[in-house]
Nanobody, 112 residues
Framework: QVQLVESGGGLVQPGGSLRLSCAAS????????MGWYRQAPGKQREWVGS???????YLADSVKGRFTISRDNTKNTVYLQMNSLKPEDTAVYLC??????WGQGTQVTVSS
């Protein structure tokens, strides 16, 4: 089964940027759409955005205009570029397709 591993999180000041990576153990992104999600402490997991097989991007209203999603097929990796970060973006970020399990995620903390 293909596995996804998230990375790239960290501590950043408000207004800063981070790029998260979602690396797959196989070329699943060529045949499956994927989604980015996040879960803040004490809150339910929420959808952040999705990338279709044809590179169409869908983003939640809360991140539209600040986040972008892209894919590198040569590396079997999808990226979440996060700009103009806000404290409310603090969460564990996870990626998933319909056929993969939830991974550990990567922690993003936005704080001064």
């Amino acid at each position: 089964q293909v596995q996804l591993v998230e990375s790239g999180g960290g501590l950043v000041q408000p207004g800063g940027s981070l790029r998260l990576s979602c690396a797959a153990s196989g070329d699943i992104f060529k045949t499956s759409a994927m989604g980015w999600y996040r879960q803040a402490p004490g809150k339910q997991r929420e959808w952040v955005g999705s990338l279709s097989i044809g590179h169409t991007t869908y983003l939640a209203d809360s991140v539209k205009g600040r986040f972008t999603i892209s894919r590198d097929n040569t590396k079997n990796t999808v990226y979440l570029q996060m700009n103009s970060l806000k404290p409310e973006d603090t969460a564990v970020y996870l990626c998933k397709t319909s056929s993969t399990n939830w991974g550990q995620g990567t922690q993003v903390t936005v704080s001064s």
